[in-house]
């Protein structure tokens, strides 16, 4: 029963170059958390995401930023031209659906992409 | 909007000593509370949480935590502590309606164990 599989682990990008982060959700789940993780800091949530929808993207960056998660194939987390400022561990976490679930039982985090911008 | 404050960076207590990690939360009605754990380069370990019930609430790896809604706090507690308990400790608060059940996080408790 395998877990929130996020890949890669690492990451490192030039400034200027596009990072693609990818999360696929437990077995059976079709809602999608994303949530960065700056040097010395908490996680702070980024969107909020089930299949072909974006639920919640308040927390989302107002550019450079987005979110998919299609049909088939795990849910995608596009920075484009990276800057020094977006190195960070970014997880993410998946719930059944559009109810309690996390709240009740708690997020299932993956291990996170950490991302190195040089 | 919620908030929760974690009030120490660090804390170094000693093999066998006991811990209290402290917790306080901001929000309007009775929260979602969580801790986890998080060790070097790995992803976040739910430690516990609570919703409602008792509110002394037990975990794994022998972490307790006690809910006081007339202090708003959640501390995390374990009687004694194991080198293999050094890690970073991040209590959060989970909130539900709108478009989903986010969760707010603390900024963290780095726990050092002397041996």
């Known amino acids: 029963n395998a877990g929130v599989m996020q890949n890669p682990r690492h990451l490192v990008r030039r400034r200027g170059q596009e990072a693609r982060l990818r999360c696929s959700p437990m077995?059976?789940?079709?809602?999608v958390y994303w949530y960065r993780q700056l040097p010395e800091e908490g996680l702070k949530f980024m969107v909020y995401?089930?299949?072909?929808?974006?639920?919640?993207e308040s927390g989302m960056p107002k550019e450079r930023f987005s979110a998919e998660f299609p049909k088939e194939g795990p849910s995608i987390l596009r920075i484009q031209q990276v800057v020094r400022g977006d190195s960070a561990a970014y997880f993410c976490?998946?719930?059944?659906?559009?109810?309690?679930?996390?709240?009740?039982?708690?997020?299932?985090f993956g291990s996170g992409t950490r991302l190195t911008v040089v | 909007a919620q908030s929760v404050t974690q009030p120490d960076i660090h804390i170094t207590v000693s093999e066998g000593a006991s811990l209290e990690l402290r917790c306080n939360y901001s929000?309007?009605?009775?929260?979602?509370l969580f801790w986890y754990v998080q060790s070097p380069g790995q992803g976040l370990q739910l430690l516990l949480k609570y919703f409602s019930g008792d509110t002394l609430v037990q975990g794994i790896k022998g972490f307790e935590a006690e809910f006081k809604r007339s202090q708003s706090s959640f501390n995390l507690r374990k009687p004694s502590v194991h080198w293999s308990d050094a890690a970073e400790y991040f209590c959060a608060v989970g909130a539900w309606g709108g478009g989903g059940n986010k969760l707010t996080f603390g900024t963290g408790t780095q726990l050092k164990v002397e041996l």
């Open positions: 929000y309007g009605a009775t929260p979602y």
């Open positions: 976490a998946s719930s059944p659906g559009r109810d309690r679930g996390p709240l009740d039982y708690g997020y299932t």
């Open positions: 077995k059976g789940h079709s809602h």
């Open positions: 995401l089930q299949k072909e929808n974006i639920i919640d």
